[in-house]
């Protein structure tokens, strides 16, 4: 098969294509025949040196796919409800970026009606983490408020969507006026030019000096102490990334006086039974959704896959609003 690998740490550039052999699928595995592979920030780190796969897991890049199955044992395909030839869309730990791909069945949702292979490849590496962070981890609630950092990213746009949609009142960061707009347009109420406006001034006064109850954070960085402020009383902080940095100084007494939740994840090294829970509840309670058109996967750029490295140039530059995906 075809794939692209990471020839050694570096820019875009290090990424080629190259021969492969085909994955096997081990028990609990399903074979999937790679339609389109989806681009995440990890992937970057990934290529940078910084975010190795975890053990026992391909060297190749790449955290989601969609396409047909190809593959696995017909039993417990049809245990899970899948057969040969049906269109799939799944989590990985890695080898994304390939032809063929091997993904635990449980981490394997069908496409959902409606939905082209770029649409679907869009969908897991997003749509599970914010499903985590938002509403399991951060216990996100009707008639609550959410700030998103980073709205125009891909969480950012599923973060806004699956939020509205579940009866949340929405506010978002974004880098400039027309990426705000865009935000907007995907359903957000308020949308605030980190550039240009203090964040944490702003969503107090749009909350009416009340503070946000829920916080999605990409930043970490310096952005915590501005997020304790504007957090209102019993309000959590999920933390899923340091595009920031590491190191973040705040008021603990404002943690203390408010009863507030700071929390943190990471999902790759999680394991299969927890990504199966969670694929579970996303066909539950989220699928509906994307079958009717309330949430839609937002694309910002296809790339064919031998075109990687443009896909990641793209993805560094920060200009794009929604997701990068790849086909093959």
């Not at 245990?79 to 635990?104: I, N």
Request: hydrophobic content about 45%.
């Amino acid at each position: 098969m075809k794939a692209i690998e990471i020839s050694r740490p570096g820019g875009p550039e290090v990424l080629r294509t190259v021969e492969r052999a085909a994955p096997v699928p081990q028990a609990g595995e399903m074979l999937i025949a790679v339609r389109a592979s989806g681009v995440n920030r990890p992937d970057v780190l990934q290529r940078k040196g910084a975010y190795p796969p975890p053990p026992g897991v391909s060297d190749l890049p790449g955290l989601e796919v969609a396409g047909t199955v190809a593959g696995g044992d017909p039993a417990e395909l049809a245990a899970a409800g899948f057969r040969l030839g049906d269109r799939v869309c799944a989590l990985v730990a890695g080898g994304g970026y390939a032809e063929q791909c091997t993904a635990p069945i449980g981490q394997c949702l069908p496409v959902p009606a409606g939905l082209t292979d770029v649409e679907a490849a869009a969908l897991p590496e997003t749509f599970f983490t914010v499903w985590q962070n938002v509403f399991e981890i951060a216990k996100l609630q009707p008639g609550e408020t959410l700030l998103v950092q980073g709205g125009s990213s891909g969480i950012g746009v599923t973060a806004i969507q699956l939020a509205k949609a579940l009866g949340a009142t929405v506010i978002v960061t974004a880098g400039s006026d027309d990426k705000c707009a865009a935000c907007v347009r995907l359903g957000a109420d308020h949308a605030i030019n980190y550039r240009t406006q203090d964040f944490a001034a702003e969503a107090r006064r749009l909350t009416g000096g009340r503070g946000v109850d829920v916080v999605l954070d990409m930043v970490a960085g310096d952005y915590v102490e501005r997020e304790v402020q504007c957090l209102a009383d019993d309000g959590r902080l999920a933390i899923i990334a340091v595009q920031g940095g590491t190191r973040s100084a705040f008021d603990a007494g404002l943690v203390l006086r408010k009863r507030l939740a700071i929390t943190g994840s990471t999902l790759r090294a999680r394991s299969v039974a927890y990504k199966t829970r969670l694929a579970q509840a996303l066909r539950e309670r989220v699928w509906p959704l994307l079958e009717a058109g309330r949430v839609k996967p937002v694309i910002h750029a296809v790339f064919p896959a031998a075109d990687a490295a443009a896909a990641h140039a793209l993805m560094e530059s920060s200009t794009h609003v929604g997701k990068i995906v790849l086909t093959w």
